[in-house]
């Protein structure tokens, strides 16, 4: 198998409370651990809020990509990403997902079936599945 695409980032600092960056210097952020985790929150990000933001450009691409593939016309399309950080029994962390896809003016059961074509190819769902809790949920 080759590569398509590879990037790679850099985590200095103090980790959750550090900075991120690429190594092309595209993405430089200064992170913080949120309020509801004991941390400063504030107008810093985090390593959930990254990977909600990826998770959802990727799924929603698919889901554009896909829909032109079988000829179906998307309107203002919208997916949102909802990623919880969940403490395990052991001592560890896990996430959960929530993918809401909002495809306006399909019908529910082609909005649907789109949705499960996607979570079959997109990249993000296939690093998560078997290993994380991913919802999908579609509205139209």
Do not use: W
Request: aromatic fraction near 4%; hydrophobic fraction near 35%.
């Amino acid at each position: 198998m080759s590569a398509l695409y590879t990037t790679e980032a850099l985590s200095t600092g103090d980790g959750r409370n550090g900075e991120v960056r690429s190594l092309d210097g595209v993405l430089d952020e200064v992170l913080a651990v949120p309020k509801e985790m004991g941390g400063p929150g504030g107008d810093r990000t985090n390593p959930e809020q990254l990977f909600a933001a990826g998770y959802a450009a990727c799924f929603h691409n698919g889901l554009r990509l896909i829909a032109g593939q079988q000829k179906l016309k998307l309107g203002e399309s919208t997916v949102r990403s909802a990623v919880s950080l969940l403490a395990l029994d052991n001592g560890g962390f896990t996430l959960a997902v929530t993918l809401t896809a909002y495809l306006p003016g399909l019908e529910q059961s082609t909005a649907d079936q789109l949705v499960k074509t996607t979570h079959e190819v997109c990249p993000y769902s296939n690093a998560t599945r078997g290993n994380i809790e991913v919802t999908l949920k579609t509205t139209v």
